[in-house]
């Protein structure tokens, strides 16, 4: 399974075992990832090709070769493809599946496409699950997902009061098949309010075209007297601080919320569900050190309001520039979900040394259309 996500390409070989018709286990997982993600290379697709030649030879060192023959391959592409003018994404999935063709694995028609963005919070939704027993039958209970991409945001989570399934828009609610076990789950993806798109927001720079000419953006979320590049789809900002005046926390906040204004649904229940938070929530928790960057461990979303409150006013001097508006947003996005400031959210890169995205759902979702065939 390759992740083709907006900064990087990652491949997961996933080994599984059955025994005596017994639940399906995963044996091993061998995971790689590459970057920049296959959106770089939008206006110059051929350039694509080495990267994922790269991954397919990890795939052949991996899988026994009687077997590369009846494995299937497959690539699904994330919100830095969602994002992309449909012709350039078209070209650029071309040469893929082109690539796949020629490989020695099982290649079908639909082995290349763009994912859906709540196929990807389901997906991830199963991986986790999977992992932590919730699938293992039916009285099980599952923990919730929160996944913060570059590109785009997900929360996923099975309702217990049948009234959030009643109340919630029509497309939020999905029912899936999953080891001979319905599930039915509340799901939504927003587009655009990944951690990458979110931050060329605030910056103010969605609003106006770059070939307006001006690159440079002036953001109360920076330093006042921060000056630098920040390079985002190919563009390179010029980014400055606004000059010393108002309450940096305060202004950044407002812009944060100006962004996020009307852009996001609170569903019920959030607040008493178990969650796991994933990808940038984690990042930004290490960047904190909050939790260990191997081990993953317990934030509550007040850990995030506070540290945004601090790096803002200058309390510490931060690894990156975009600390102070980064916390601003994760923090602001999660109470626009609806997530109390008391709230605990799980943070794991790994569970039972497997990566916690959504490849493993992705690929038990894919095995259940082989079934049909």
Same mark, same amino acid.
């Given at each position: 399974m390759f992740d083709a996500g907006s900064t990087g390409t990652r491949i997961h070989v996933f080994t599984f075992q059955m025994e005596n018709g017994e639940a399906l286990s995963l044996a091993h997982e061998m995971f790689r990832a590459i970057e920049p993600g296959l959106s770089a290379y939008a206006d110059d697709p051929e350039k694509?090709?080495?990267? !994922?030649?790269?991954?397919?030879? *990890?795939? =052949?060192? %991996?899988?026994?070769?009687?077997?590369?023959? !009846?494995?299937?391959?497959?690539?699904?592409a994330t919100a830095g493809l969602r994002l992309l003018p449909g012709e350039k994404a078209n070209h650029l999935l071309a040469n893929v599946r082109a690539l796949f063709l020629q490989s020695p694995f099982l290649s079908r028609d639909d082995s290349v496409s763009i994912m859906d963005g709540t196929d990807e919070g389901i997906s991830a939704?199963?991986?986790?699950?999977? &992992?932590?027993?919730?699938?293992?039958?039916?009285?099980?209970?599952?923990?919730?997902?929160?996944?913060l991409g570059g590109g785009s945001t997900q929360i996923t989570f099975?309702?217990?009061?049948?009234?959030?399934?009643?109340? %919630?828009?029509?497309?939020? !609610?999905?029912?899936?098949?999953?080891?001979?076990?319905?599930?039915? *789950?509340?799901?939504?993806?927003?587009?655009?309010?990944?951690?990458? $798109?979110?931050?060329?927001?605030?910056?103010?720079? *969605?609003?106006? %075209?770059?070939?307006?000419g001006s690159?440079?953006?002036? $953001?109360? #979320?920076?330093?006042?007297?921060?000056?630098? $590049?920040?390079?985002? /789809?190919?563009?390179?900002?010029?980014? =400055?601080?606004?000059?010393?005046?108002?309450? @940096?926390?305060?202004?950044?906040?407002? =812009?944060?919320?100006? @962004?996020?204004?009307?852009?996001?649904?609170?569903?019920?229940?959030v607040a008493d569900v178990e969650f796991y938070a994933f990808s940038y929530y984690y990042d930004r928790a290490v960047d904190l050190g909050? !939790?260990?960057?191997?081990?993953?461990?317990?934030?509550?979303?007040?850990?995030?309001?506070? /540290? /945004?409150?601090?790096? #803002?006013?200058? /309390?510490?001097?931060?690894?990156?520039?975009? &600390?102070?508006l980064d916390l601003v947003y994760v923090s602001a996005l999660l109470q626009q979900l609806g997530f109390p400031p008391h709230k605990p959210l799980k943070l794991a890169r790994t569970i039972k040394q497997v990566e916690t995205s959504w490849a493993l759902g992705a690929t038990f979702h894919y095995m259940e259309s082989l079934k049909g065939n």
């Open positions: 694509c090709t080495s990267g !994922i030649t790269e991954l397919l030879d *990890v795939a =052949k060192s %991996s899988v026994p070769q009687t077997l590369w023959n !009846i494995t299937p391959v497959v690539l699904k939704w199963i991986t986790v699950n999977f &992992l932590t027993g919730g699938l293992h039958g039916a009285g099980s209970p599952t923990v919730g997902m929160l996944d099975s309702p217990q009061d049948e009234k959030t399934i009643q109340t %919630s828009p029509v497309d939020d !609610i999905r029912s899936f098949q999953m080891f001979n076990t319905t599930h039915t *789950v509340y799901t939504h993806s927003y587009l655009g309010l990944g951690l990458m $798109s979110a931050r060329l927001a605030v910056l103010g720079a *969605v609003d106006r %075209s770059p070939l307006e690159t440079e953006l002036v $953001s109360p #979320c920076l330093a006042p007297e921060y000056s630098g $590049s920040w390079e985002h /789809a190919d563009v390179v900002y010029t980014v =400055k601080g606004q000059k010393a005046g108002e309450p @940096v926390y305060e202004a950044c906040l407002t =812009k944060v919320e100006k @962004v996020l204004y009307r852009k996001v649904s609170r569903p019920a229940e909050v !939790i260990e960057e191997k081990k993953g461990g317990t934030i509550k979303v007040s850990d995030y309001m506070d /540290a /945004a409150k601090r790096v #803002c006013g200058g /309390a510490s001097v931060p690894q990156s520039p975009f &600390l102070c």
